[in-house]
């Protein structure tokens, strides 16, 4: 590897809590990788100091206003950084011909176009953007199939169930003898909370995980539980699973990021300290090994393991999920885009956190499923339903 040039790393979403943890790893191995692309939606300073340490080719930022404060503040500091604007420039920073891997880290639906463009250009992508998948399932991991691109699961618990299904799991798991695929889920910060005390809590509440430090919509997606409805049908797409194949377990230490039970008895699980750099240097690397900065893990510390089974009567959000990829087509389309803007409204103090649940089913009533052939189909199932949303939240 040292003898080779380094691979060229396009990181969308680049200030966010993957990015940055992705250019930690990036900058410990200079001889590997280096820094292509970098993106934000919003945040230009923060883009600025990356640029400044990471020295991409290449930076965008959605507004051309912003993009013209960062191409004026880089001039001044000597960089010569092309600054871009907008959602075409996204597109064209993970699908050009001199980019090797794409981070796609972009929260929400905002990340579907890029990533699809990334995976069809036939790049290494590393996958922590779920509601991509979520959204366009079968049609995206087919372009993966015909571009043959390399697709490496971030979210933790499928880069987990990654390392311990074997290397070629393609072709269905019963064929290699996994019977079962044990999802982990810390169960949030109000774990064993009952309905009634659930209508109280407020967005700081919910954005104070116990033992991972995220970006905001995701937070909130771990306190309702929508997050682990979103990566089991993450997991079913990935990893060519059936629902009933996936077994939430909620394991409040999380140490054991998931596992694959095999029909000897053996159940393989991968172990680690909560930290994102862990998948983020098994994406970057596979097949090889690389240091990501993370803490060796002390069992005695750990001292326990304890697992039991979600309460969905509380967490209505899994079930909805559950029920999403059941109905297929677009309905987890139509459950990503319900959740969206469920999530925006409650931290902006719109609706409160049992309105979450409420709202996701409410759009479900709302939208017919169609099929998800297409991304034209897609992106109207995914638009409708911020309508029927939007509608509904300015009714209250
Ligand atoms: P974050 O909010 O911290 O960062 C999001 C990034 O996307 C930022 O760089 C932001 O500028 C950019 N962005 C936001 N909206 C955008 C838009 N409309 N257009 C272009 N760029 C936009 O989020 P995060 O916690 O880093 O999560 C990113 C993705 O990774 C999410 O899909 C999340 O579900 C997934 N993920 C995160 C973690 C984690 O530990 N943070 C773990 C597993 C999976
Ligand atoms: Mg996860």
Known sequence: MSTTSPLAVTV??????????????????????????????????????????????????????????????LTEA????????????????????????????????????????????????????????????????????????????????????????????????????????????????????????????TPEQACAHPNWSMGRKISVDSATLMNKGLE????????????????????????????????????????GNPDMRTPIAHGLAWPDRIESGVQALDLFEVARLDFEPPDETAFPCLRLAREAIAAGGTAPAVLNAANEMAVEAFLEGRLGFAGIGELVARVRDACPVESANDLGGILEADERARREARMRLECR
Not at 243 to 253: E, F, G, L, M
């Open 12 to 73: 969308l979403g680049a200030t966010g809590s993957i990015g940055t943890s992705t250019l930690d790893v990036i900058a410990r191995h200079p001889a590997r990788y280096r820094v292509h692309a970098l993106s934000a939606n919003r945040a230009r300073r923060r883009l600025l100091a990356q640029c400044r340490t990471h020295r991409p080719r290449l930076a965008v930022l959605e507004r051309e206003e912003d993009a013209a404060w960062l191409r004026e503040q």
């Open 232 to 271: 089991l049908i993450e997991a079913c797409w990935l990893f060519d699973a059936r629902p009933d194949q996936i077994q939430v377990v909620v394991h409040p230490q999380s140490v054991i990021h998931s596992m694959a039970a095999y029909n000897d008895g053996s159940v393989i699980a991968q172990l």
């Open 78 to 201: 000597g960089l010569d950084t092309e600054v871009r604007a907008g959602a075409e420039a996204l597109i064209e920073i993970g699908e050009a011909s001199e980019v090797d891997v794409v981070m796609a880290a972009i929260v929400g639906a905002a990340g579907l176009l890029p990533t699809l463009a990334a995976v069809r250009a036939g790049k290494r992508v590393l996958l922590a953007n779920k509601e991509a998948l979520v959204m366009s399932g079968g049609l995206f991991m087919e372009a993966v199939t015909c571009s043959g691109a390399t697709l490496l699961p971030i979210d933790s618990e499928h880069n987990a169930i990654y390392q311990c299904l074997p290397t070629e799991h393609r072709g269905g798991l019963a064929q290699h003898g996994v019977t079962q695929l044990l999802l982990t889920a810390s169960g949030g910060p109000f774990r064993g909370w009952k309905a009634a005390r659930l209508a109280e809590v």
